[in-house]
């Protein structure tokens, strides 16, 4: 039951969201915005509905706890690198677990940073076949203190037997490709300071 339940609310996060053209202010104190200020932003954003909430329940829950100083439940791994703008939650049951990762990279403009947020559903270690997978992009302008939804910067974004993996450390993004077996294979997006490059 909690596996079909879990495969619904990531259909209707990946509709709903695909939607969206709304601009998301970020709230920070200091200098400038961290990894967990962008991340509240696109997690508590209010054009969210119901379908929205209900996906993103556990990364808001762990996101909460992180900030108050609370353990984290019991089949959820949440990690926070602010030094290198960096989030990974992972939250099990059985043989399913979701991987969701949230990161940014400064543009070389030195007026923006552009802020991902990838999801992917994975049973026994291997991908659900892309009908969960989900990759967004926006870009934060600094003077405004808004980020809006771009479409991906240099690619396009795969759908079936793909998946992405942000990076924690360094500026490039993984792409696996899965075949029928559960094999991998891998190629890398270079950042170049606005876009990637194949």
Request: proline share 3%; net charge neutral; glycine share 6%.
């Amino acid at each position: 039951m909690k596996k079909n339940l879990l495969l619904f609310i990531f259909a209707c996060f990946t509709l709903s969201t695909m939607a969206q053209e709304d601009v998301i202010r970020v709230n920070y104190k200091g200098a400038k915005p961290t990894i967990t200020d962008f991340a509240w932003a696109y997690l508590f954003s209010d054009d969210e509905d119901e379908c929205d909430q209900e996906a993103t329940a556990g990364q808001k829950n762990a996101l909460e706890n992180y900030r108050k100083g609370l353990p984290q439940e019991d089949n959820v791994t949440f990690t926070v690198d602010e030094k290198n703008g960096y989030i990974l939650y992972e939250s099990a049951w059985d043989d399913v677990m979701i991987r969701t990762e949230m990161c940014y990279w400064n543009e070389s403009d030195g007026k923006h940073k552009l802020f991902a947020y990838s999801s992917w559903a994975y049973r026994n270690g291997v991908p659900l076949r892309g009908q969960y997978d989900y990759l967004v992009f926006l870009r934060y302008n600094n003077a405004t203190k808004k980020m809006t939804y771009i479409l991906p910067p240099g690619f396009e974004v795969e759908g079936i037997n793909t998946t992405y993996a942000l990076p924690h450390v360094g500026k490039d993004i993984i792409v696996y490709k899965w075949d029928d077996k559960g094999k991998k294979t891998q190629k890398t997006l270079k950042w170049n300071g606005r876009r990637f490059s194949k």
